[in-house]
C-alpha cells in the first residue's frame, strides 16, 4: 500500500495523541479544534483506519494509532532536518494572502512590489479565489488573511468599506419584460450568483441562465458580447460594461462590504503593520470607487 502522508496532518496527530485531547492539541499548534480534526480524518481516510475513540473527554489511540505514532515521529523529525539542511541563513516568515479575483489587477500588483522592501523577512502566497471559498480557507488554517467581500449583514470580521453591488450588462442587450433575465454567471459555488438568482426570484422576475464562467475575465467577455447580464461589485469602469439602475426592470441589490478575516492564532509581531499596509493599499486603490 502506497500512500502519501501530510506532515502537517501528522503533527496535529502527534499533539492528539500526546495530549489525549483534540482542543488542547489545536491551541498548542495554534488551530482552530474543526481544523485539526479534518487533519485526522484526512489520515484515517487515507489509511482506512480509526486512529482514536473517544473515551469522556479524552481521544485515545486505537492499535492502529499507536502503530501510526511511532513512525508520524520519525516522519516529522526527518521532515525538519531536511528543512534545517536547506534553510537559508535567515528565516522567512510565509504569509498566505487570499483574495477575490475582481481585486487582482489593481491591488494585488501594488501588494507584492512594495512587500519586499516593506517586510524583508515575509515572504507573500497569495491564493486568488471566490469569498465563500477563502472564506473556508481561513477557518480551515490553509490561508493566514483574506480579503472577503459579503453582504454587509453577513461580514464577521471589522468592515473595511461598504461596497457597491450592481447590475452589469453591455449596450447591445435590451432586456424586455415579456421574457426570462438571461443571466451571465460564476460557477457555484459564489455568493454574487447566489444574490442574482435569489433577487430575481424574490421579486417574481424569470430568469434564465445563458453563461456560467470559472473566471472574471471570461464573464466579463460574456457579458460584453451581450449574452446575458451579471452581478459584479462596482470598483472601476470597464469598457463594454454598462451599468443597469435597480428599480426599472431589475431589482436592487443588498449593501455589500469589503473586511480583512484572520486565522485563529495567526499573530505574528509585524501582524498590526501587515495588516494596516494592505488596507492602506487597498483604499489607496479603491477609494474613489466605493462607498465609504
Known sequence: MRVNL?????????????LRNFTRAAEMLNMTQPAISQQIRRLEELLSVELFVRDNKRALLTLEGEKLLKYAKEIVSANDKVGELF?????????????????????????ISVMASRFPSVQIVVKVARSVLLSE????????????????????????????VMWFSSEKLELTHKSDVPLALFKAPCGFRSLA?????????GWQCAYESEDLMSLRSAVQAGIGVTVLPYLSEVKGLRRLDSGGSLPALPQFAVGLKQRDGWNPPYKRDLIDFIRNIWTDTYDQAVVA
Open 87 to 111: 534553510s537559508s541563513r535567515e528565516s522567512r516568515d510565509v504569509v498566505t494572502l487570499g483574495m477575490p479575483e475582481h481585486f487582482c489587477e489593481m491591488v494585488l500588483p501594488r501588494i
Open 137 to 164: 480557507a481561513v477557518n480551515d488554517g490553509k490561508i493566514d488573511i483574506g480579503l472577503i467581500i459579503d453582504e454587509v449583514d453577513r461580514m464577521p470580521e471589522t468592515i473595511w468599506h461598504a461596497l457597491s
Open 197 to 205: 438568482i435569489r433577487s430575481l426570484e424574490e421579486n417574481g422576475i
Open 6 to 18: 501530510d506532515v502537517q496532518s501528522l503533527r496535529g496527530f502527534i499533539k492528539v495523541g500526546e
